[in-house]
């Protein structure tokens, strides 16, 4: 069984400082791993995705992940944050379920404030 | 520019009423998937289809019911809608999933 587990429901940065919101997974084989970006009232934005490869991922507005597989962790950072930054945030894993499928599974979620 | 189209945005509705929200694609995707969310609150699973006459329960049981009739819709029924059925309904579509295109959602409200 695939778990997400993202740690701090709720962030609170000041603007222009580091972001830095965590996600752990649990998995028995190498997983698919995104981070997904949600404004109000709106759906859920693809960030960023680590498939195979480099272990440093860099998605859009600045924002990237890095995969470790020792800590089984897939950590979401952005050197300095911007009120527009301010959002839900969904770390998801993806994994193969037969017939051709994957099935994505969502971490809880975190929300990010910014203080201007 | 959304290439997942969801319809209505914002659905307010009486009790007892039926209701189909839309959900159509055009990227030519197998897979697609329909979520519901609470306010604030993760996202739960509630169907999902690998194709045409492929429909399957997710992990959260919903009063709600759905069909794939054609590649692209895959629309979500409720036969009579109740108060507790009101939140935010995402649909999404994948090829190999390897990550999901999202819908704007639906936010239904019963009253």
């Known amino acids: 069984a695939q778990s997400v587990t993202q740690l701090g429901s709720h962030v609170s940065v000041s603007e222009g400082a580091l972001v830095l919101l965590r996600c752990n997974y649990s998995s028995s084989v190498p997983p698919y791993l995104f981070w997904y970006v949600q404004y109000p009232n709106q759906g859920l934005q693809l960030l960023l995705k680590y498939t195979t490869g480099a272990t440093l991922v860099k998605g859009i507005n600045g924002f990237e992940a890095e995969f470790k597989k020792s800590e089984t962790s897939f950590h979401l950072t952005k050197p300095s944050a911007h009120m527009s930054d301010a959002a839900e945030y969904f770390c998801?894993?993806?994994?193969?379920?037969?017939?051709?499928?994957?099935?994505?599974?969502f971490g809880k979620g975190t929300k990010l404030s910014v203080i201007p | 520019e959304a290439d997942i189209y969801q319809t209505p945005r914002y659905l307010v509705i009486g009790t007892g009423k039926k209701i189909t929200l839309e959900c159509s694609q055009t990227?030519?995707?197998?897979?697609m998937y329909w979520y519901q969310q609470d306010p604030g609150m993760e996202l739960h699973l509630i169907h999902y289809s690998y194709g045409v006459n492929s429909t399957e329960k997710g992990d959260l049981s919903s009063e709600s019911t759905v069909s794939r009739i054609r590649t692209e819709h895959f629309p979500l029924t409720l036969e009579s809608a109740r108060p507790s059925h009101t939140s935010q309904y995402l649909c999404?579509?994948?090829?190999?999933?390897?990550?999901?295109?999202f819908g704007s959602g639906t936010r239904l409200t019963v009253v």
């Open positions: 990227m030519g995707h197998d897979k």
């Open positions: 999404a579509s994948t090829d190999r999933g390897h990550g999901y295109t």
């Open positions: 998801a894993v993806s994994l193969y379920s037969g017939a051709g499928s994957y099935q994505l599974t």
